[in-house]
Every structure is written in structure tokens, then in C-alpha cells.
């Protein structure tokens, strides 16, 4: 009986001790199970981070390539603006250029057209005067004609009056001389 006791004692010591090394062996096993989900944690957030911070970059990435691309679009925008209102400058003045250049062809036309009226006006002008003065000239010397004719004719006249006033005193001196040579013939006789 004793035997028998001691036995059981000795089972239930081994049982215990079993019990004691199992329980040992569940928690180390539990242990290394949370060390191992620990690590697993651990690595799952540290590619956790490394994933947000890859997107992180890229997506600070993509907005400076946007903002470079807003930039160069805001610069080209700039640069076309610039270029449209320097051309539009250069037309505006290559245009007043010709208008310049047309008024100035107008006025020199009109100052020709004025000058030629002027020119045409004077030369009228000239030629009136000039046939006024033909006419004057004409109208004196036929005036001085008329007054040398009749300066001729009274002459012609007095010479023929003369003429015919020395024939009557010629004869009439021959008539006294025959007078008195027929009275001294009357006379002798």
C-alpha cells in the first residue's frame, strides 16, 4: 500500500512537473507568437511609412511638374502676349506710317494743284494784260496815224494855198505890167 502511495505520489509529482514544463513551453511559444506579431507589426508599419512616404514624394513630385508646367504655360502666355502686342504696335505704326505718307502725297498734290491754278491764273492774267496793252498800242498808233494824216493834210493844204496865193500874185503883177506897159504904149503912141 505503501508502494501503491508512494507510486502516486511520484506519477503526481511527474504530472505536475509535466503540467509546470508544458505551461513553460505554451508560454515561451506565446511568447515567441507576440514577438513574432510584434515584428510583423513592426515591419508591416514600417512598409506602412515607407508607402506613404514614397506616395508623399511622388505626389510633391507631381505638383512641382505642375506648377513648372503652370509656370512655363503662365511664361509661353506671357511671351505670346508680348509678341502679339509688339506686333500689333509695329502694324499700328506701320499704318499711321501710311496714312503719314498719304496726307503728305494729298497735301504735295494739292499745294501742285493750287500752284498750277496760281501758275494758270498769272499766265491768264499776263496774257490779258498783254493783249490790253496790243490793243493800247494798236489804239495809239493808229491815233498818232490819224493825227499825221491830218497833220499832212493841213499842210498840203497851206502849201496849195500858198501856191495858189503866189499864182494869184503873179498874175496879178503880170496884169499891173501889162497895164502899165499897155498905158506907156498908149502913152509914145
Not at 508591416?44 to 515607407?50: C, D, G, I, L, S
Not at 512641382?64 to 509695329?90: D, L, M, S, V
Not at 490793243?135 to 491830218?150: G, I, L, N, Y
Request: glycine share 0%.
Amino acid at each position: 500500500r505503501q508502494k501503491k502511495e508512494a507510486e502516486e505520489k511520484a506519477r503526481q509529482k511527474k504530472a505536475a512537473e509535466e503540467k509546470v514544463r508544458q505551461e513553460r513551453e505554451a508560454e515561451e511559444a506565446r511568447r515567441e507568437a507576440e514577438e513574432r506579431l510584434r515584428q510583423q507589426n513592426e515591419k508591416k508599419a514600417k512598409q506602412e511609412a515607407e508607402e506613404k512616404a514614397r506616395q508623399q514624394k511622388e505626389a510633391e513630385e507631381k505638383t512641382r511638374q505642375e506648377k513648372e508646367a503652370e509656370e512655363k504655360a503662365r511664361q509661353q502666355n506671357e511671351k505670346k502676349a508680348k509678341q502679339e502686342a509688339e506686333e500689333k504696335a509695329r502694324q499700328k505704326k506701320e499704318a499711321e506710317e501710311r496714312a503719314k505718307q498719304q496726307r503728305d502725297a494729298e497735301e504735295k498734290a494739292r499745294q501742285k494743284r493750287e500752284r498750277s491754278r496760281r501758275e494758270e491764273a498769272e499766265e491768264k492774267a499776263r496774257q490779258k494784260k498783254a493783249a490790253e496793252e496790243k490793243v493800247r498800242q494798236e489804239r495809239e498808233a493808229e491815233e498818232a496815224r490819224r493825227e499825221a494824216e491830218e497833220r499832212l493834210r493841213q499842210q498840203k493844204e497851206a502849201e496849195e494855198k500858198a501856191r495858189q496865193e503866189a499864182e494869184e500874185k503873179a498874175r496879178q503883177e503880170k496884169e499891173a505890167e501889162e497895164k502899165a506897159r499897155q498905158k506907156k504904149a498908149a502913152e509914145e503912141k
